[in-house]
């Protein structure tokens, strides 16, 4: 059974301050790991997929990385208007066709 | 979001009713999925379909029913609603199958389901 984990579950920063927040996965044969950005009332937003170990990729203030047991999404300088939560999910060879996420992280950033 | 519509945005369900939640893509995308978001937990599979005529369980798929007779629908059906299908429904679609090259998933905006 896949399964993924976030931490920390929540995270308050001041606007600039860098920092990551980690997705620990355990699949059988990963297929691809994606990380979504989800606003109150509003559906996960698409930022990244990632499919092989060493793999990065950035947008903006967000990089997100890969290794065989986790990825990391750091935040540089960020500004409030990245406060939202962070989902994490993977698709395996294993199982249903689906993603399969963790619980999110919430990221708050202070003025 | 691009291209994925859920009806209705909210809604209010007896025990025992019945209820169908729509969601329609226009990006003629093969494969569509719901999940259900509830507080504490991530987002869970209840059904998905990689093609019309297509389709298959996932992670919780009791109580509800799917049916993809088009491209571009995918309906939930909850059969006799109970207070713990009391969620956020979401749907999702995409080109392909999850983990295929090069593959966006888009969601929804999301269903929100009491039932009392």
């Known amino acids: 059974e896949d399964q993924v984990t976030q931490s920390p579950e929540a995270l308050r920063l001041q606007e600039g301050e860098s920092s990551s927040l980690n997705c620990s996965y355990t699949?059988?044969?990963?297929?691809?790991l994606f990380w979504y950005r989800q606003d109150p009332g509003k559906g996960p937003e698409f930022l990244f997929t990632l499919y092989s170990a060493g793999e990065e990729k950035e947008k903006e203030r967000l990089k997100a990385t890969l290794t065989k047991k986790e990825s990391f999404l750091h935040i540089t300088a960020p500004k409030p208007e990245d406060s939202a939560t962070y989902l994490c999910?993977?698709?395996?060879?294993?199982?249903?066709?689906?993603?399969?996420f963790g619980k999110g992280t919430h990221l708050i950033i202070q003025p | 979001n691009a291209g994925v519509t859920q009806t209705p945005k909210f809604q209010v369900l007896k025990t025992g009713q019945s209820m169908t939640l729509q969601c329609a893509q226009d990006?003629?995308?093969?494969?569509m999925s719901w999940y259900r978001q509830d507080p504490g937990m991530g987002l869970r599979l209840i059904h998905y379909s990689v093609g019309a005529g297509i389709t298959d369980q996932g992670e919780v798929p009791n109580g509800y029913n799917v049916s993809r007779s088009t491209t571009e629908d995918f309906p939930l059906r909850l059969l006799s609603a109970a207070p713990s299908q009391t969620s956020v429904y979401f749907c999702?679609?995409?080109?392909?199958?999850?983990?295929?090259?090069?593959?966006?998933?888009?969601f929804g905006e999301g269903s929100w389901l009491t039932v009392v």
């Open positions: 999702a679609s995409s080109y392909s199958r999850p983990g295929t090259g090069g593959n966006t998933i888009y």
């Open positions: 990006m003629n995308h093969e494969y």
């Open positions: 699949v059988s044969g990963l297929r691809g």
């Open positions: 999910a993977v698709v395996s060879g294993g199982g249903a066709d689906g993603l399969t």
